[in-house]
């Protein structure tokens, strides 16, 4: 016996997309005109496993260049805050063109354009973050958290920290202490 | 898991401060979806059910008939399933150990309430991107604090 099919092929595309995202437990968004927005970035092993599956259904992972340049970015501006043997009196703008090979302006729009945040707010949230890091994590009081990070005292430390989060960094550490002191009172 | 918005949830026993919470979201460039309960008791009562989707941001007023915020924030912290909850404590005014106390329990922000609509806009959108940032760079939730 024949039958005849006809094939939505929009709907075909999109329902073996989701399942095999699906599979993986990803976050995702798909985005229309073949591209979709994942909410975390891929490890290697998971970009491989997608892109293997993927494959199976005939389809294949474009790189897109202005994504990989912007983890490269994001990637670099890590690197240069949690990296110690960085020098960091280098400005961050010619730090991130010399290494990367294009103008600061190019790769600042570029960033802003994809991340809708900008270079300059990323490179505060992970300083902040390192400062959280080594207020919790270490001995090292905030004129030497200060001086790691290359601020020009711990006064412009205190500030950009309090602009970050409302808080300044002994409330911070304070309102640490005495969650991890609540949390064991709660074990015993 | 495939969601284009990003899901809120307030609690508040005010209708007036709900109206204005959830007009102020609407008018922001940020695709969201608002639920709003006005106890503390309805608010446990659907985030305990089975199925239900959790917020991405639950926005708690601490002064509420039947539980209060803190209580809230207490259960919520204590359960397994509710813990990828950014918790912002939404209030009209404490001293600054109050606020302290409620990011001691576990609470990621604290805001004041603002009286102005404009202002409350600019607010509500620093803390859904401040969220999402967390959230895509995956920095430590756990010392996540903002006050606002």
Redesign the interface.
């Given at each position: 016996m024949k039958l005849f099919l006809k094939f939505d092929f929009n709907t075909l595309s999109k329902k073996v997309l989701?399942s095999k995202?699906?599979e993986q437990?990803?976050?995702?968004?798909?985005l229309g005109f073949g591209e979709i927005e994942l909410?975390?970035?891929l490890t290697p092993e998971d970009y491989d496993a997608l892109q293997s599956s993927l494959h199976d259904y005939g389809i294949e992972i474009v790189e897109s260049q202005k994504s990989i340049l912007v983890q490269k970015i994001?990637d670099m501006i890590i690197n240069m805050v949690f990296n110690e043997n960085i020098d960091l009196k280098v400005k961050s703008s010619v730090y991130l063109s010399k290494n990367i090979g294009h103008s600061y302006g190019y790769l600042s729009n570029l960033f802003s354009e994809m991340?809708?945040?900008s270079i300059g707010n990323?490179i505060i949230?992970q300083k902040i973050?390192y400062v959280?890091?080594l207020i919790?994590n270490t001995e090292l009081n905030l004129t030497e958290i200060a001086f790691k990070l290359n601020y020009s005292s711990v006064a412009h430390l205190s500030t950009q920290f309090k602009n970050a989060?409302?808080?300044t960094p002994s409330?911070?550490q304070?309102?640490?202490f005495?969650?991890r002191k609540?949390a064991k009172q709660k074990t015993k | 898991m495939q969601k284009d918005y990003i899901y809120i949830i307030l609690a508040d026993d005010d209708e007036d401060d709900i109206l204005f919470f959830t007009d102020a979201f609407d008018e922001l460039k940020i695709n969201t979806k608002v639920n709003s309960f006005k106890d503390g008791e309805e608010l446990m009562n659907y985030l305990n059910k089975d199925n239900a989707l959790m917020p991405n941001v639950l926005f708690l007023d601490l002064n509420m008939p039947k539980k209060t915020g803190i209580e809230c924030l207490a259960e919520i912290k204590a359960s397994q399933k509710m813990s990828d909850i950014a918790i912002a404590i939404y209030s009209t005014s404490a001293s600054d150990d109050d606020i302290e106390k409620t990011f001691v329990l576990g609470a990621n922000i604290y805001i004041k309430k603002p009286s102005d609509f404009k202002k409350l806009k600019k607010v509500l959108s620093e803390v859904v991107a401040i969220n999402w940032q967390y959230h895509t760079n995956a920095l430590n939730k756990d010392n996540f604090l903002l006050r606002l």
């Open positions: 989701e995202l699906d437990n990803l976050e995702y968004k798909i909410i975390k970035k994001k991340t809708y945040s990323f949230i973050e959280k890091h919790l989060t409302g808080i409330a911070f304070r309102i640490i005495k969650r609540l | -």
